[in-house]
């Protein structure tokens, strides 16, 4: 009797890949979700979870924001026509408001536009939430740490009590 293949499944909706570290390092503001442009091996690779967003972040361009430094690996499957660069810069679809709004920010109070996360939509549109982002000190940091080592002490107190 042969062994049952696992095989790694595609993302069709949820997220694809998160940048987890983000909230850590920065104060995230508003946020927004924007598309983005992407061609047919990116995607496929995107539905296999494989992108990375640790460091990228979204900047202006000539009066349009692009997503800067988002790695996506080559599609394993895919033929030698149909190659892209990992680290290109790829325009992120938003309103034309919000890009004024958000351009303006990121120039007037010194901001950074941080991709939290990418993720496929109930109609299968790959979608990016970008945060208005503010650095934080090492002592925040800390703080934070702190604050959360705290719920989970009080938590487990609490459950084990009741």
């Known amino acids: 009797m042969a062994k049952a293949e696992k095989k790694k499944s595609l993302i069709t909706t949820g997220i ?5 570290k ?6 995230i ?7 983005i442009m992407l061609v047919g091996p990116e995607v496929k690779s995107l539905r296999s979870g494989r992108a990375t967003l640790q460091e990228a972040y979204a900047a202006e361009r000539d ?5 800067l430094n988002l790695f996506i690996p080559q599609w394993q499957a895919g033929s030698h026509v149909a190659t892209f660069e990992a680290r290109r810069p790829r325009k ?3 309103h034309r408001k919000q890009m004024r709004e958000l351009i303006s920010a990121i120039d007037r109070d010194g901001a950074t536009l941080v991709p939290l996360d990418i993720h496929f939509n109930e109609r299968g549109m790959a979608k990016i939430n970008l945060g208005l982002a503010e650095g934080k000190k090492k002592h925040d940091k800390r ?17 084990d009590r009741g």
Do not use: C
């Open 16 to 20: 694809a890949a998160q940048n987890r």
């Open 22 to 27: 983000a909230r850590y390092d920065y104060k």
């Open 29 to 35: 503001g508003d946020t927004v979700e924007a598309g």
């Open 63 to 67: 009066g349009e924001l692009f997503l």
């Open 92 to 94: 992120l679809l938003l």
């Open 143 to 159: 703080q934070a740490i702190a604050a959360r080592d705290w719920q989970r002490d009080k938590a487990r107190l609490m459950r």
